[in-house]
């Protein structure tokens, strides 16, 4: 470990430390810090978000792993906050409450930490760190398996419970033929009745983008004139008995361009005369979507 550091009373550590055990760089940092002040203090980040990719673990369990390790830290939580300047103050109150009036007081962070973020009163060091592990990469590899114990099982149940109910965003199109007339509709292999095509939401495109994508890869064809419609919960087998729940976004459009040929898991599409169009003709999950059409079109 590198570093040239001024003497001060307290040493504090800021990080979040999401992995499931402490690798060496951690160690290596933490151990730095305890030998060279009287007092260490650690704040764990705390994310609003609840067992996500970035953060998956609470401040319990990662305070818990902490002191296994270091049984005479101090640790406390820093909550996370759209300003740096809020979180910067947020942090510096609570060091102070901790350290005292006359105490000197070091913060501590390894490269690409807080200390680009930190716009507090407190002096900084950058820690060189000599062994580098990738909490992402760790993350990574764990998730890729399973283990056979009944302390994981538990733990993936703590997760399951410990996330807020989630909306599951999908689109789908009513897509209009050049006379406004017909809809173009999609059947599924093992169906008889026919959908809307759609799909689940991209995160990485707006809703509208998202419609143009769906269509293209299930009928082949390119659509404009996008237009909202309106919006539902989805009963969707697969969800009923869960507190997850689909909603999907229903939009219009006009085809512009290209021959329907079903493709992805689209096993036909056909074009039906809206006028004469009857709910039966639908699966049941998408019945209230055309109710939403006819309504409008009304």
């Known amino acids: 470990m590198k570093v040239k550091a001024p003497h001060a009373d307290v040493g504090v550590l800021v990080?979040?430390?999401?992995?499931?055990?402490l690798h060496d760089g951690h160690k290596q940092l933490i151990k730095h810090v305890t030998e060279a002040h009287g007092k260490v203090i650690v704040?764990?980040?705390?994310?609003?978000?609840?067992?996500?990719?970035?953060?998956?673990?609470?401040f319990e369990s990662r305070?818990?792993?902490?002191?296994?390790?270091?049984?005479?830290?101090?640790?406390?939580?820093?909550?996370?906050?759209?300003?740096?300047?809020?979180?910067?103050?947020?942090?510096?109150?609570?060091?102070?409450?901790?350290?005292?009036?006359?105490?000197?007081?070091?913060l501590y962070g390894s490269r690409e930490c807080f200390i680009a973020h930190y716009l507090g009163k407190y002096k900084t060091c950058e820690l060189e760190q000599e062994i580098f592990t990738s909490g992402i990469e760790v993350r990574d590899a764990i998730s890729s398996r399973a283990k056979a114990s009944s302390d994981w099982r538990e733990g993936v149940v703590w997760a399951a419970y410990?996330?807020?109910?989630r909306i599951m965003p999908t689109v789908?199109?009513?897509?209009?033929?050049?006379?406004?007339?017909?809809?173009?509709?999609?059947?599924?292999?093992?169906?008889?009745l026919y959908r809307f095509i759609g799909g689940f939401v991209d995160a990485k495109e707006d809703l509208e983008a998202n419609?143009?994508?769906?269509?293209e890869e299930e009928a082949h064809i390119s659509i404009d004139d996008i237009r909202y419609v309106g919006s539902c919960i989805v009963d969707d087998w697969r969800y009923r008995r869960e507190l997850d729940k689909i909603m999907t976004t229903l939009f219009e459009a006009k085809r512009?361009?290209?021959?329907?040929?079903?493709?992805?898991?689209?096993?036909?599409?056909?074009?039906?005369?809206?006028?004469?169009?009857?709910?039966?003709?639908?699966?049941?999950?998408?019945?209230?979507?055309?109710?939403?059409?006819?309504?409008?079109?009304?």
Not at 15 to 21: E, K, S, T
Not at 43 to 58: H, I
Not at 84 to 92: C, F, G, P, T
Not at 178 to 184: I, P, Q, S
Request: charged letters at 30%.
């Open 256 to 298: 512009i361009f290209g021959n329907p040929t079903p493709d992805d898991d689209i096993a036909e599409v056909r074009w039906f005369e809206f006028n004469t169009l009857k709910e039966t003709d639908l699966v049941a999950e998408h019945r209230p979507l055309l109710k939403m059409l006819q309504e409008k079109k009304r």
């Open 63 to 106: 305070k818990q792993m902490l002191l296994a390790e270091f049984p005479t830290l101090n640790i406390l939580y820093i909550k996370d906050s759209p300003s740096d300047k809020i979180w910067s103050k947020n942090l510096d109150d609570q060091i102070a409450t901790l350290s005292g009036p006359t105490s000197s007081v070091l």
């Open 211 to 215: 419609c143009r994508r769906e269509v």
């Open 43 to 58: 704040f764990l980040g705390l994310s609003p978000c609840r067992v996500t990719r970035q953060n998956p673990l609470d």
């Open 15 to 21: 990080g979040r430390f999401q992995v499931p055990n």
């Open 172 to 192: 789908d199109v009513a897509i209009w033929d050049e006379n406004h007339e017909k809809l173009l509709l999609a059947r599924k292999p093992d169906e008889t």
């Open 162 to 165: 410990n996330q807020y109910p």
